[in-house]
């Protein structure tokens, strides 16, 4: 259903695509295991996370078939939308932030029980807030890259640094579609400047020093539908370009800790109004999703 009702105006679930746990054991069928936060903690990313089932996979489609339309009535509730945001005229990267003001489901995914568990747990079991989301879609034959980066690269107008991205494939993603990459344990090589994100694939190598180079050893991520990845926020990682007859679209969701505030006195996101720099990010644009107190 295509609406032009600002979907922030609801800082809670309003469809029953996702049953939301009322008791503690209820809440604990999502959290991950003890090996799992250890894995993040170690390499920066944990992966094969289940957090969407086929009619959730459904519905998010429909919804991102709609949306692309630049003529869609909600189009002016984006934060960003880019219909080709490639540097390479040849190559294809569609991308958008904000699409949870204009799609049920994707506002609802917000509030899934199983990612908002999760992430509390990966920011060190603490209240989790919404910063913002992300669609990286990839066509098959021509998609574009996503540049090497870290996230918090971009995101230095907020502290502390207490975020955490999910990415959520919508197809399966494999080697040949361009799926998602790290480099596993580069979440310790501390905050390197932001290149182009949809430009030179390698952009990011200036920034390395000889050793950090030599420990450059890209994993791929190959995940099916429905199925996530979590990494931290200096996480490098990157993803290549799609070639197969097969499209890579992805979800994602980026999240910080609960008193994380703003660092900047300018505007924070496209049409979201200004938090003063030192004030608490929160509000309808930067909603709790999840209250550790309660489990």
């Given at each position: 259903?295509?609406?032009t009702?600002d979907l922030?105006?609801?800082?809670?679930l309003?469809?029953?695509?996702?049953?939301q746990?009322?008791?503690?054991?209820?809440w604990?069928q999502?959290?991950?295991?003890?090996?799992?936060v250890h894995?993040f903690?170690?390499?920066?990313?944990?992966?094969?996370?289940?957090?969407?089932?086929?009619?959730?996979?459904d519905?998010?489609r429909?919804?991102?078939?709609?949306?692309?339309?630049?003529?869609?009535?909600?189009?002016?509730l984006?934060?960003?939308f880019h219909?080709?945001?490639?540097?390479?005229?040849?190559?294809?990267?569609?991308?958008s932030?904000?699409?949870w003001?204009?799609?049920?489901?994707?506002?609802?995914i917000?509030?899934?029980?199983a990612?908002?568990?999760?992430?509390?747990?990966?920011l060190?079991?603490?209240?989790?807030r919404?910063w913002h989301?992300?669609?990286?879609?990839?066509?098959?034959?021509h998609?574009g890259?996503?540049?090497w980066h870290?996230?918090?690269?971009?995101?230095t107008?907020?502290?502390?640094?207490?975020?955490?991205?999910c990415?959520i494939?919508?197809d399966?993603?494999t080697?040949?579609?361009?799926?998602?990459?790290?480099?596993?344990?580069s979440h310790?090589w501390?905050?390197?400047?932001?290149?182009?994100l949809?430009?030179?694939?390698?952009?990011?190598?200036?920034?390395?020093?000889?050793?950090q180079k030599?420990e450059?050893?890209?994993?791929a991520?190959?995940?099916?539908?429905?199925y996530?990845?979590?990494h931290?926020p200096?996480m490098?990682?990157?993803?290549y370009?799609?070639?197969?007859?097969?499209?890579?679209?992805?979800?994602?969701l980026n999240v910080?800790?609960?008193g994380?505030l703003s660092?900047?006195?300018?505007?924070?996101?496209?049409?979201?109004?200004?938090?003063?720099?030192?004030?608490?990010m929160?509000g309808?644009?930067?909603?709790l999703?999840?209250?550790a107190?309660k489990?």
């Amino acid at each position: 259903m295509k609406t032009t009702i600002d979907l922030a105006e609801y800082n809670n679930l309003i469809t029953d695509i996702f049953k939301q746990p009322k008791t503690k054991e209820e809440w604990d069928q999502y959290r991950l295991s003890d090996e799992q936060v250890h894995h993040f903690q170690e390499f920066g990313y944990v992966s094969g996370i289940k957090l969407l089932d086929e009619n959730h996979i459904d519905l998010l489609r429909k919804e991102l078939n709609e949306i692309q339309d630049p003529k869609h009535p909600g189009h002016h509730l984006f934060h960003e939308f880019h219909s080709n945001e490639s540097t390479n005229k040849d190559s294809v990267l569609f991308h958008s932030l904000g699409h949870w003001r204009i799609g049920e489901a994707f506002h609802d995914i917000l509030w899934n029980p199983a990612f908002v568990m999760a992430a509390s747990q990966l920011l060190g079991n603490k209240s989790v807030r919404f910063w913002h989301d992300q669609l990286f879609c990839k066509p098959a034959k021509h998609g574009g890259v996503v540049a090497w980066h870290q996230d918090y690269s971009y995101w230095t107008r907020t502290v502390a640094m207490q975020h955490l991205t999910c990415w959520i494939g919508l197809d399966d993603a494999t080697t040949q579609n361009g799926c998602l990459h790290y480099i596993p344990k580069s979440h310790k090589w501390g905050l390197l400047d932001a290149p182009v994100l949809a430009g030179d694939m390698d952009g990011l190598m200036e920034y390395l020093s000889t050793e950090q180079k030599e420990e450059f050893k890209p994993t791929a991520i190959e995940l099916k539908k429905g199925y996530a990845t979590f990494h931290h926020p200096l996480m490098v990682h990157g993803s290549y370009e799609n070639y197969s007859d097969i499209s890579r679209r992805a979800c994602v969701l980026n999240v910080f800790a609960d008193g994380t505030l703003s660092d900047t006195n300018t505007e924070l996101l496209k049409g979201v109004p200004i938090i003063e720099k030192g004030q608490k990010m929160e509000g309808k644009f930067f909603p709790l999703l999840f209250d550790a107190s309660k489990c």
